[in-house]
């Protein structure tokens, strides 16, 4: 079992900052993949970013590439979501998964453990 638990969202303005962690317990954390997702109202929920192995490789959403950086601790066993220059189409709720296969993937299914999401909101 692996137990994720997402802080660092909330009420920003656009053009702003945040940045989310991730904490995982339960499991050897660098011996699979990160990934963070998110869903909007009314919208279905969509892939944002993911790690590899301690960090061997990231993967990027094209909506968030160049704004947004996965990076993970593995001494803390967590992983962040360093957010920049925020727009209010960023606004959603923001999940992070582990994956216990180890290879990046970009599909919910793929994914084999989650959080319970952290709400950012952008305001305009």
């Known amino acids: 079992q692996v137990q994720l638990v997402e802080s660092g969202g909330g009420l920003v303005q656009a053009g702003g900052s945040l940045r989310l962690a991730c904490a995982a317990s339960?499991?050897?954390?660098?011996?699979?993949?990160m990934g963070w997702f998110r869903q909007a109202p009314g919208k279905e929920r969509e892939f944002v970013a993911a790690?590899?192995?301690?960090?061997?490789?990231?993967l990027y959403a094209d909506s968030v590439k160049g704004r947004f950086t996965i990076s993970g601790d593995n001494a803390k066993n967590t992983v962040y979501l360093q957010m920049n220059n925020l727009k209010p189409e960023d606004t959603a709720l923001y999940y992070c998964?582990?994956?216990?296969?180890?290879?990046?993937?970009?599909?919910?299914?793929?994914?084999?453990?989650w959080g319970q999401g952290t709400q950012v909101t952008v305001s305009s």
């Open positions: 998964a582990a994956r216990l296969i180890l290879e990046i993937a970009t599909t919910q299914r793929d994914y084999d453990y």
């Open positions: 339960g499991r050897t954390f660098n011996t699979y993949v």
């Open positions: 790690i590899g192995r301690i960090g061997t490789s990231t």
